[in-house]
């Protein structure tokens, strides 16, 4: 139980396009999702925090109208990176918790390798 | 503001070896969890703990909350390549269920 899928694993766009990234709870309802990202063998920063059906909760200098959340139901979260540029190039990582007495255990799902040329 | 110190930072030891990973804050935290991640994957939850004193077995692996819970430690019995990995504590939850994560611990297990 508690899978999160994420999709795509890998992408590569032309800067000043934009990318969209799924996050999605397969087997149980995400009260709660979190986007982070990750460089290379350093731990994760949260980006942003996103509850269904409200607007995103963005963490201090991430740029909320370049990172754009959308969680429109119970199992389903995404992160659209606008007008995309290299500095953005990263490994982007969601995370999922549910309503349930373990509400506090986050489940990740497999990582999104955005490249931007 | 919440931090989690980890240390070690990097540890690199032979097979068979035992090792420590420890987990500092300053702060109280409600639970903690330990995460392993491994390169071009997410982190993948290993355990949590809750308690005060709490320890918590997986194999070769060994959690423990501190009594405090404001630290943790994982210890690793005999380590095995397959142990390579970026270790992640974790405490929480805050605001919004937000985790506070660590710095991390990257290990390798040569064989």
């Known amino acids: 139980g508690a899978v999160v899928s994420q999709h795509p694993s890998w992408v590569i766009c032309k800067s000043g396009t934009s990318v969209k990234i799924e996050c999605r709870s397969l087997?149980?309802?995400?009260?709660?999702m979190f986007w982070y990202r990750q460089f290379p063998k350093q731990s994760l920063m949260l980006m942003a925090t996103?509850?269904?059906?409200?607007?995103?909760?963005?963490e201090q200098g991430v740029e909320k109208d370049k990172f754009l959340i959308n969680h429109a139901s119970l199992t389903l979260s995404t992160l659209t990176v606008t007008s995309a540029h290299p500095e953005d190039s990263s490994f982007y990582i969601c995370?999922?918790?549910?309503?349930?007495?373990?509400?506090?255990?986050?489940?990740f799902g497999p990582g999104t390798r955005l490249t931007v040329t | 503001t919440q931090l989690l110190e980890q240390s070690p930072q990097f540890l690199s030891i032979q097979e068979g070896e035992n090792l420590t990973v420890y987990c500092n804050s300053s702060?109280?935290?409600?639970?903690l969890q330990w995460y392993r991640q491994e390169p071009g994957e997410g982190p993948v939850l290993l355990v949590t703990?809750?308690?005060?004193?709490e320890v918590k077995k997986l194999k070769r692996l060994t959690f423990q909350f501190g009594d405090a819970r404001k630290d943790s430690s994982l210890h690793i019995t005999a380590a095995q390549p397959g142990d390579t990995g970026l270790y992640l504590c974790?405490?929480?939850?805050?605001?919004?269920?937000?985790?506070?994560f660590g710095s991390g611990t990257q290990l390798t297990v040569l064989p």
């Open positions: 702060s109280v935290f409600s639970s």
């Open positions: 995370s999922a918790s549910g309503p349930g007495p373990d509400s506090y255990e986050q489940y």
């Open positions: 974790a405490g929480g939850p805050g605001s919004a269920r937000q985790l506070t």
């Open positions: 703990v809750v308690t005060g004193g």
């Open positions: 087997d149980f309802q995400a009260t709660t």
């Open positions: 996103s509850n269904e059906g409200s607007k995103a909760t963005y």
